[in-house]
Structures are given as structure tokens and as C-alpha cells.
């Protein structure tokens, strides 16, 4: 069945929610400007169903193509809001009060407060495209990838809020990639299908195909993959990449890895992220080793940290926290270079952590742009 609502939350459900006033805040105020009044009949987002029902699939609970992806404008947009003349958020609902209170949230805070709205949500987007055999269309394929950059984006930006006792409510990092690869190989089978049907190609509905195929790379390469894909797609600047980035990763060619890493575009670069603590730690048993000798020489910290991408102040705290004799006395340097160097048996910190270099390369870009692809 073909949807009718043009809703972003059918009319029915609303009455159900209504009734036990299941709202998030976000869709109980509107987060533009405070002379717009909208309510929750304006505002709600239809809720992700596990188990889809009869009544689900009446073509009055299903939202229309072009409603869907007004909805995911919608939710994308809500990861750009920021507090200013209406209180978006209301008393204790928004993100952490110390943020709240300083009348200004970061964008950190703003992503880890709308990450489970939105993956409620978007996951509610993508099965009325499902029910309602929409797969092939544009809308369809847009809204898959606008789906995947959003969750490489939460993968990168949100790895250090992760779920704890303290902050039961965290990011997941699991549920969030086995959403991401649905996404992603959803929209994959999408191209596949359209490419067959003669309606990819360049400038067609499969434009962004490399793009989305190298990321597909970048989450683990397999020979497979690359027999599956059209020519064009093949020979590819970003397929390209994202094989020589995992072929560095399979040798542990950590110095063109970290070259890789400095010219990936931002998303590239989030979905690199994770091996960035192992690398550091490959190229340092590397420079420790005998091929340099038996003596520990000195290594300047701004060399090493512009090889790795590893910010001076942090290399200078790694190597006073271990080993203090391992840093000059002008601690412009460290005395890394040789199997005697006190830095040897050293290990760092291989706990996923945010990286300024990768952080960088998001610029003034807010969430959204990088998102539906809009340069400033």
C-alpha cells in the first residue's frame, strides 16, 4: 500500500500519545523563532514500531515520499539547535544543566541529547519506506544516506559519551553501528538494483555511489566487495582511497596510514578514527626498535607529533606520565629513537578517544551540512 499522510506523525498515533502524553521535549516545543507557535500535533515524529501490525500498513499511518524526507530534514535539523530566546528544551529535560545553566550548549551535548530521538526516528523513516516498497526511488535513496553520514558522525563524535552506570542513557556504539550497516547496506542494494535497471550513473539517482561504497570499504575491506562494483565506482578517487587506507592498516604501514589519514575528507576520517590509538602505538614499538641502535636517541615532539597526529601537549603528557627520564630537559624532544629507550614497554591509552586532527577537518561546517552534503 501507497501512504497518504502527509504528516510527519499520523493523526492516529498522536491521539494515542495524547493520551499518555508521550512526547519527547523536542516535539513538544518549537526550536525556531519564539513568535512560532506549534504544538505536538506540528511537531511529533512517528515512533519506530518493532512489530508492525494490520492497522500499521493503512495507507492513512504510512507518510508519502516527499513526507518522508521533509521528516528527515526535520530531525537533521534538530542537531543544529541552539538555546536562545525560546527555551527549546524546558526545565531539566535538555542536555547536562552545567551546559544548560551558561544559557549555551556545545555541539557535543546537542548530538548526545537528540541521538536517541533521532535513532528512534529515523529508524521509523526507513521502515515506511520498507512497508511501502519505496526502496528504488530518489527520496529513498537520498534519505538511506543521509542516514549513514549521520551515523558515522555519532560513531566519531560521540565515542567518548558512552553509556556507563552514571549515564545509563549514553551512546551505545553498537546499537549505533549495527544501524549504520543496515543503512548502508540497504542503500548499497539500492544502487546495485538501480544500476541494473540502467537509472545509476553519473548525474543519475547513484551519483554519491563512491562515496557510500568506500565507506563501506572503510568498515572492512573484502576482495568481494570490489568484484560486485561498476567500473566507474572501481576507479574511483574514494575507493581508491579506501583501499590503500586498509591495505596500510592489513602491513601496519603506520607513516602513509597517518598521510592517509591528514588528507581524508571528515566522514573518511571518522570511520578511520578507531585504529588512530593502535597506529600511534605500532609506529612507537617501530621507533623503538633495534633497528636504531643499541643507544636511545632524541626525537623531536614536534616531528612525532605531526606524523602521528598527535597533539604536542598530549605527547609531552603520554611521556612525562610514564617514563620522566624519557623527556629532554628542554622537553622539546623525547629519547625514543633505540631498544634502550625508557619508552620501550611504555603503552598508551588504546581507548577510543575524539582526535583534533580529525576534528579539524569538520571546520565551521555545522552537523547538518556535513549531513545532507552542503558546503558553506
Avoid at 541521538?115 to 516498497?133: A, C, K, N, P, Y
Amino acid at each position: 500500500p501507497l501512504g497518504v499522510c502527509e504528516s510527519m506523525c499520523p493523526a492516529e498515533e498522536v491521539e494515542e500519545r495524547l493520551r499518555w502524553d508521550d512526547f519527547h521535549p523536542l516535539e513538544r516545543r518549537h526550536p525556531g523563532p519564539a513568535h512560532v507557535r506549534l504544538g505536538v500535533k506540528d511537531l511529533a515524529v512517528k515512533k519506530f514500531r518493532r512489530n508492525i501490525e494490520a492497522g500499521d500498513r493503512a495507507p492513512r499511518r504510512l507518510r508519502t515520499r516527499q513526507c518522508l524526507a521533509r521528516t528527515v530534514e526535520h530531525l537533521v535539523a534538530l542537531l543544529d539547535l541552539r538555546r536562545g530566546e525560546e527555551d527549546v528544551f524546558g526545565e531539566g529535560t535538555g542536555p547536562s544543566a552545567a551546559s544548560s545553566s551558561s544559557g549555551a550548549i556545545s555541539e557535543a551535548d546537542q548530538l548526545e541529547w537528540t541521538h536517541e530521538f533521532l535513532w528512534d526516528r529515523l529508524r521509523g523513516v526507513r521502515t515506511d519506506l520498507t512497508i511501502q516498497r519505496l526502496l528504488a526511488s530518489p527520496e529513498s535513496i537520498r534519505i538511506h544516506e543521509h542516514c549513514v553520514r549521520y551515523h558515522i558522525v555519532a560513531s566519531y563524535e560521540l565515542v567518548e559519551r558512552k553509556a556507563t552506570v552514571a549515564n545509563p542513557h549514553g551512546f551505545d556504539p553498537a546499537l549505533n553501528r549495527e544501524q549504520l550497516m543496515k543503512s548502508l547496506q540497504t542503500l548499497l542494494s539500492i544502487y546495485a538494483h538501480s544500476y541494473a535497471a540502467g537509472e545509476g550513473g553519473d548525474g543519475g539517482i547513484c551519483s554519491n555511489e563512491a562515496e557510500f561504497r568506500a565507506y563501506d570499504l572503510l568498515l572492512g575491506l573484502d576482495a568481494f566487495k570490489l568484484t560486485r562494483m561498476p567500473g566507474r565506482v572501481l576507479r574511483s578517487k574514494e575507493v581508491a582511497f579506501a583501499v590503500e587506507a586498509q591495505e596500510c592498516l592489513r602491513t601496519g604501514n603506520w607513516s602513509r596510514w597517518f598521510k592517509l589519514l591528514r588528507r581524508a575528507t571528515y566522514l573518511q576520517a571518522c570511520l578511520l578514527s578507531g585504529h588512530v590509538a593502535g597506529m600511534r602505538q605500532r609506529a612507537l614499538r617501530i621507533l623503538c626498535s633495534k633497528v636504531f641502535g643499541p643507544s636511545a636517541r632524541p626525537f623531536a615532539i614536534g616531528d612525532l607529533s605531526g606524523a602521528l597526529c598527535w597533539p604536542e601537549r598530549d605527547v609531552r603528557r603520554w611521556a612525562e606520565t610514564a617514563e620522566p627520564e624519557a623527556v629532554t630537559e628542554d622537553k622539546a624532544a623525547l629519547l625514543l629513537a633505540g631498544h634502550s629507550s625508557p619508552l620501550r614497554e611504555c603503552p598508551l591509552d588504546t581507548e577510543e578517544k575524539r582526535c583534533e586532527a580529525i576534528s579539524a577537518k569538520k571546520e565551521k561546517q555545522t552537523f547538518s551540512q556535513v549531513i545532507f552534503a552542503r558546503t558553506t
